[in-house]
């Protein structure tokens, strides 16, 4: 008998490494692609939350015939306990928007607790809130001094936050994404129609002259009021949370003169890092008053915007922090823009490269000529005009 030579079939070295080879140059166009996905379905659940949010604001116009007051509460209320300071200058309506719209967002058992007394144990210490709580501020400032919150402050509501913002938990409280829209100016935008916060004299017309968009400061506006079309009027935009990184968009710089120059701030940006400060934040900036920080409050970087700068452009405030008006333009975690709530309840998502006119040209104000006089067009192009709700700019450009 003769022997026949069978030989094994299998893979040479060079086969294998290029076999390995070709699976990770798969893998590695796989990876950005997933990541993509992921990021396509947060932006999608992002804008549903925005729209949850516009059918709140429709829900209660039709109730109240109304929008939601952003500066709401108890116009004095007593120090809590031994943890609360009388501070009166605070004393009165520090609670955003948002509160009111939490029945309307399938958020009644958190309303409950807001609206009735409420009492906190934690490490041993009681502590019993009247209705409308603590002044959010100070939960916020104090919640490293003491062991007891109030709860509400705390709690972080699915329909406020953006999934693709990765910000939680302390030193902030419950976050927001979502910003009601004060328009295209900035004067007034911490008094509301006051001279001050300890409302020392009125300042009806100095307000209403700057008070341009959807919604104003301890006063209420109505869809009749917004003569620039529902469609035409931005509503509420997005924001990112702070990250503690000194982000542009979200650890704000003392600007000063950004009253007259909204582009007060550019020159403390790192030329090489251009969406990160290169200089420190001032002394007072701290860090439980930086942007989204509390749904509950109405400080202008947790839930006020304006629509000065373009999308993602950096935070400037006319004083030491947030607590000052200053450029709070919408920002997102996603590419290229942020999304905006239009008052017909429509979301849009804004691009960074929205016409925006002449972002060094001071906004229109009390008590100035040209084309800064009470009643000018907005001098910040469609963005602008997108942001004033009666200001009878036309708008002929896709957005």
């Known amino acids: 008998m003769t022997k026949t030579n069978r030989t094994t079939a299998g893979f040479t070295l060079v086969e294998l490494l290029v076999v390995i080879a070709i699976i990770g140059v798969l893998v590695g166009l796989l990876l950005p692609a997933v990541q993509a996905a992921r990021e396509a379905a947060r932006r999608m659940s992002c804008s549903n939350n925005f729209k949850q949010i516009g059918l709140g604001i429709h829900n209660y116009h039709s109730t109240y015939n109304k929008l939601p007051k952003h500066g709401t509460g108890p116009i004095a209320v007593r120090a809590i306990g031994t943890n609360w300071p009388q501070e009166r200058d605070f004393r009165h309506e520090r609670l955003s928007a948002h509160v009111g719209l939490l029945p309307f967002v399938e958020q009644q058992a958190l309303w409950e607790q807001v609206s009735n007394p409420l009492i906190v144990t934690q490490g041993g210490t009681t502590e019993t809130y009247p209705a409308w709580g603590a002044i959010p501020w100070n939960v916020i400032a104090q919640t490293n001094n003491y062991t007891t919150d109030w709860t509400p402050c705390f709690t972080d509501v699915v329909t406020f936050r953006c999934p693709s913002d990765p910000g939680y938990g302390l030193p902030l409280g419950g976050r927001s994404n979502y910003a009601v829209c004060y328009g295209d100016a900035m004067d007034y935008m911490s008094f509301g129609p006051y001279t001050n916060w300890a409302r020392g004299a ?43 990184d000194e982000h542009i968009t979200t650890s704000p710089r003392n600007g000063g003169n950004v009253g007259n120059n909204p582009l007060q701030c550019a020159g403390q940006i790192e030329v090489s890092r251009p969406t990160f400060w290169r200089t420190s934040p001032h002394a007072n900036n701290f860090v439980e008053t930086r942007r989204g920080a509390c749904w509950a409050g109405v400080t202008m970087g947790w839930t006020m915007c304006n629509t000065i700068l373009p999308p993602n452009r950096e935070v400037c405030s006319a004083g030491q922090n947030t607590a000052r008006e200053g450029t709070w333009t919408v920002s997102s975690r996603h590419q290229g823009g942020a999304h905006v709530l239009m008052a017909d309840g429509a979301v849009k998502f804004i691009t960074d490269s929205i016409e925006a006119g002449n972002s060094s040209a001071g906004p229109v104000k009390f008590g100035q000529s040209g084309a800064r006089a009470p009643g000018s067009q907005s001098p910040y192009g469609l963005w602008g005009a997108l942001g004033s709700r009666a200001s009878k700019e036309v708008i002929d450009k896709d957005f």
């Open 202 to 244: 009125r300042a009806d017309a100095e307000y209403n002259a700057a008070a341009r968009g959807c919604f104003g400061l301890y006063t209420q506006t109505s869809f009749r009021d917004i003569l620039d079309g529902l469609s035409n009027t931005i509503c509420m935009g997005e924001n990112n949370t702070d990250l503690g």
